[in-house]
């Protein structure tokens, strides 16, 4: 099981990123894919969520209006397209794999908003 998240870098305030993460090794289609983040000293949250099924979105407060995360089934990515961003999104990003209890993470890329 492998997912591979990419995409990172540094950004001004303001300016977008667009996160990807390639998956293989699981049944894609079956599993809800989030994309975390951990800022420092900080808990690790959620900043979007894609439903496997019929592909609804979650966002949290902080990410609604800015993030947009989707995903293709035939290529087994999930993308984060990230605009507007502010330096509190400073943090190490992760995708996850959800379905019944299983749970599959992937390691972090790092995103830095400069003020």
């Known amino acids: 099981v492998q997912l591979q998240a990419c995409g990172g870098g540094l950004v001004q305030t303001g300016g977008s990123l667009r996160l990807s993460c390639a998956t293989s090794g699981f049944a894609f289609d079956d599993y809800a894919i989030g994309w975390f983040r951990q800022a420092p000293g900080k808990e690790r949250e959620e900043v979007a969520c894609i439903a496997s099924s019929d592909a609804k979105t979650y966002y949290p407060a902080s990410a609604k209006g800015r993030f947009t995360i989707s995903r293709d089934n035939a290529k087994k990515t999930v993308d984060l397209q990230m605009n507007s961003l502010k330096p509190e999104d400073t943090a190490v990003y992760y995708c996850?794999?959800?379905?019944?209890?299983?749970?599959?993470w992937g390691q972090g890329t790092q995103v830095t908003v400069s003020s």
């Open positions: 996850k794999g959800r379905y019944l209890f299983h749970e599959y």
